[in-house]
């Protein structure tokens, strides 16, 4: 288990850590108050190589491994949650699974834009009337010559009007009960394609989030990823990655919302003394700080994991499902240590909660994790 970093995961840290400071945190309260997509910063992001972290140096990646990807994660959520889950979806839902499921073609064609930050992507797989139960999906593609004809619409899609590149799942066998699924690469300028108005949301505002319509949409054979009815495996694989990044995340807004706290409890002054004194406030801010650690310890356990080659499922799932809900809770507190400034966007507080509540539902809510956890538990 990793216990220290090296120096090269040090490195990609203090980069990161820099850059939100000087670039990210000054505007991090106003996009969340305008729900004002940052493609400035995005693009700057892309320029360091922090939007292709994990990938292969031929791909144009950093050629890093998971623990330096989940430390970008975590330093930019302690600022910002919206640049966060930006990068993250970017990165480990729509990059990755072109590296591990695209041919070779496909690669060279759209990895190096991806990992350049160029071309931005996005995962499409949730639908109106289908989240959880992914296999009750109706959006269809119909074989047709020489491609496939997709009609069907997503909803809660991120980055999802700033994207060049969707990942895009449809049901291409209905005899399979559901799960007879392929993947398709999808351009943004593909026609048939449209892309709806932005959704208003309770946190991540920033984040660009958006419901997606397919019409007669005709994708080519090339763009069809991996074999043809492997499209659930492949969205199964791809959200246990995404799972470490969720879990990472959680950290990073756990511990912006402690950092936050703790400042302002060493200056907020009740009865001639700092709140800090008190030891009500002294148990919430010991009770944050364990909770950071041991979130912490099996995000980067799970990350470990998966750098190793082992099997990471389970504890991915674990570090989501612990690390989500810690943060929800981290977050509560420091809205109570902030007391009635907490519940004013003075203070950064209450985008902290807000933001730390998303992680409990994107990419499998805690129910979900709970009876995943439970059926690995019993396979054991």
């Not at 670039?23 to 493609?39: G, K, L």
């Not at 909770?291 to 099997?311: F, H, R, S």
């Amino acid at each position: 288990m990793i216990l220290e970093l090296t120096e090269e995961q040090q490195m990609i840290r203090d980069v990161i850590r820099e850059f939100c400071e000087k670039e990210i945190a000054p505007i991090a309260a106003r996009i969340d108050v305008e729900m004002s997509f940052p493609e400035e910063t995005i693009k700057k992001m892309g320029e360091l190589g922090f939007m292709g972290i994990p990938f292969p140096e031929e791909y144009g990646g950093a050629g890093m491994d998971t623990v330096s990807y989940s430390l970008v994660i975590e330093e930019l959520a302690k600022v910002c949650a919206s640049h966060c889950i930006t990068c993250s979806a970017h990165t480990s839902l729509a990059t990755n699974p072109i590296y591990e499921f695209g041919t070779e073609d496909q690669k060279k064609k759209y990895l190096p834009k991806m990992t350049s930050g160029e071309f931005l992507g996005s995962f499409c797989l949730t639908e109106p009337g289908s989240g959880s139960d992914v296999k009750s999906m109706k959006t269809f593609a119909k074989k047709n010559n020489d491609g496939y004809v997709l009609n069907g619409s997503k909803a809660f899609i991120t980055n999802a009007g700033y994207a060049d590149i969707f990942i895009v799942f449809a049901i291409t066998d209905v005899s399979e009960n559901g799960s007879g699924m392929t993947t398709f690469i999808v351009e943004k300028d593909t026609p048939g394609l449209t892309v709806a108005t932005k959704e208003a949301k309770l946190g991540w505002r920033a984040s660009d989030t958006r419901q997606i319509h397919f019409d007669n949409m005709f994708v080519p054979d090339e763009n069809v990823l991996g074999e043809v009815g492997n499209g659930f495996v492949q969205a199964m694989a791809t959200l246990d990655g995404g799972r470490i990044s969720i879990a990472a995340m959680s950290l990073g807004i756990a511990e912006g919302a402690f950092k936050a706290a703790l400042k302002y409890s060493k200056e907020r002054k009740q009865f001639d003394r700092p709140i800090s004194d008190f030891q009500s406030v002294q148990i919430m801010l010991a009770d944050m700080a364990t909770e950071i650690a041991a979130a912490k310890l099996m995000t980067y356990y799970a990350a470990e994991l998966k750098d190793n080659g082992k099997p990471f499922s389970q504890a991915a799932t674990i570090a989501k499902l612990y690390s989500s809900e810690a943060g929800t809770r981290i977050a509560y507190n420091g809205i109570q240590i902030h007391g009635g400034y907490g519940y004013s966007m003075e203070y950064p507080a209450e985008r902290y909660y807000r933001d730390a509540k998303g992680c409990e539902i994107g990419e499998g809510t805690s129910e979900i994790q709970r009876i995943l956890l439970a059926r690995q538990l019993i396979k054991e």
